[in-house]
């Protein structure tokens, strides 16, 4: 940061150099995330509100099967609405519609294809997914910030060069913004989103999903001032 004594734009004895650096990594994801939501309809409220408790629980019971390879599990908007009728007078309902949304986040893309089809397999259930993220305490966002930090200087040190002088002391310092850890928003139009119902018979395992990772940009960018010794022109 500057100091009283810092002049704010540089004086001939000390002539101000401001800069940016930039960095951008492309890497591979750290967890995949994927959305579940969990339907019951039925004309009886007590029987809607079984059927979403029993396939709720199935999909909590198969999710928590893949043990560690869940990083993450939790339960979002629940929610248990009436429909009326659009024929007659008064309140009568003609159905009820029960919905839970459930996030997994995993760790082991290998089981994510498998899991994914298992749970669009179940009775109205759908899938949402998978979004391709860095945890918020990886490396690499370390990794992009001191890359552009680097820049900066190397960038200083170059103008400098070009006016025959060198850079002497580092003014201010400021991250002005570290951006891409998601190459999509969650969930978004190009995510892959399927439901599938129950088949009454008994048949086999669906073949799992082949689901190819997506590479994350992450990019990271910083200002910098710098004084420079005083070039002779």
Do not use: C
């Amino acid at each position: 940061m500057t100091s009283p004594q810092d002049p704010p734009h540089g004086t001939p004895d000390a002539p101000l150099l401001t800069v940016r650096g930039e960095a951008e990594l492309e890497v591979d994801p750290e967890i995949a995330r994927i959305g579940i939501t969990v339907t019951a309809r039925g004309r009886d409220r007590r029987t809607t509100l079984d059927d979403l408790t029993r396939r709720n629980t199935t999909a909590l019971d198969l999710i928590k099967s893949y043990g560690d390879a869940i990083e993450n599990l939790s339960t979002g908007a629940i929610s248990l609405t009436p429909e009326l009728t659009h024929r007659g007078r008064g309140e009568r309902i003609r159905t009820h519609h029960g919905t839970v949304h459930l996030t997994a986040e995993l760790n082991d893309f290998t089981a994510l294809g498998e899991l994914t089809t298992r749970l669009a397999d179940l009775d109205l259930t759908r899938i949402d997914g998978p979004t391709w993220e860095l945890r918020p305490t990886s490396p690499v966002h370390r990794k992009a910030r001191q890359q552009a930090v680097r820049e900066a200087v190397q960038r200083a040190k170059e103008y400098a060069e070009a006016l025959d002088t060198t850079v002497a002391t580092l003014l201010e310092l400021a991250d002005t913004g570290t951006t891409g850890a998601r190459p999509r928003s969650a969930f978004d139009r190009h995510a892959v989103r399927f439901s599938m119902a129950a088949a009454e018979t008994e048949t086999a395992a669906p073949e799992p999903l082949d689901l190819e990772p997506q590479r994350i940009h992450v990019r990271a960018e910083v200002s910098a001032r710098f004084t420079m010794n005083p070039p002779t022109l």
